[in-house]
């Protein structure tokens, strides 16, 4: 059974640094067809697609977001670690990670689908 | 800043069919941005039921199929039940890596 479970801190004060940890299980992070995406969601507000990493440590960020993020992977604990800086009270939400299937051609690997999502994890940012 | 743009709010009655749409700001939305589909219920994780346009995963309800419609992503659910009742968001792939989803259509069975 693919499992993933999101966890990290619960408050955070405004232009900290906070970590968000994904832990799956039912798959391996090295599955040459697999990545991890992060989405959060405020409270009330749509989905917002913020970072993934891919099999082959292929990252991508929104755009938005890019200068405060960081993602890496631990294969060995099966775990993706979503770093975000300089937090502001509009980082509050729900924080989600979802696996991801891909596909590779050459060199580079390109996500085309969404299918196992986390129960999410909610931070709120304030002082 | 790409916008992707979906209706906010639909109503359709049970038994019913109804469309959800899915714009891109770029211009036409195609398989190339992978069009994925997303329900989401009160209080639960967002729920996977379409990728790459029109393909289904192993759960998704046969009255649910995606598909391209005059230049924007769509999903529609025909033969409507009242467990329908949820939010639906759509995500598009930009330069086959980045993610966009749409602001969601909340639909409402009546």
């Known amino acids: 059974q693919v499992t993933l479970k999101e966890s990290g801190p619960v408050l955070v004060k405004p232009t900290e640094t906070f970590t968000l940890t994904c832990t799956v299980s039912?798959?391996?992070?090295?599955?040459?067809?697999?990545?991890v995406t992060w989405v959060r969601q405020p409270p009330g507000k749509a989905l917002e697609w913020i970072a993934h990493?891919?099999?082959?440590?292929?990252?991508s960020f929104s755009t938005s977001l890019k200068n405060r993020l960081t993602i890496s992977r631990d294969t060995s604990k099966s775990q993706v670690v979503l770093t975000m800086a300089n937090v502001d009270p509009v980082d509050t939400a729900t924080y989600y990670c979802?696996?991801?299937?891909?596909?590779?051609?050459?060199?580079?690997?390109?996500?085309?689908?969404?299918?196992?999502w986390g129960q999410g994890t909610v931070v709120t940012v304030s002082s | 800043q790409t916008v992707v743009t979906q209706e906010p709010s639909l109503t359709v009655s049970p038994g019913g069919t109804v469309t959800l749409t899915c714009a891109s700001s770029?211009?036409?939305?195609?398989?190339?941005?992978?069009p994925n589909w997303f329900q989401q219920k009160p209080g639960q994780a967002p729920r996977a039921l379409i990728y790459s346009t029109y393909n289904k995963h192993s759960w998704t309800p046969a009255r649910f199929s995606g598909s391209l419609l005059g230049g924007k992503a769509a999903l529609t659910l025909s033969g409507v039940q009242p467990e329908d009742e949820a939010d639906y968001y759509c995500l598009l792939y930009y330069g086959g890596a980045q993610g966009v989803f749409g602001g969601g259509t909340k639909l409402t069975v009546l």
């Open positions: 990493i891919l099999s082959n440590e292929e990252k």
């Open positions: 770029t211009g036409a939305v195609t398989s190339d941005h992978n």
């Open positions: 039912g798959f391996s992070l090295k599955n040459a067809r697999m990545g």
């Open positions: 979802a696996r991801t299937q891909i596909y590779c051609s050459g060199p580079s690997c390109y996500p085309f689908a969404f299918d196992i």
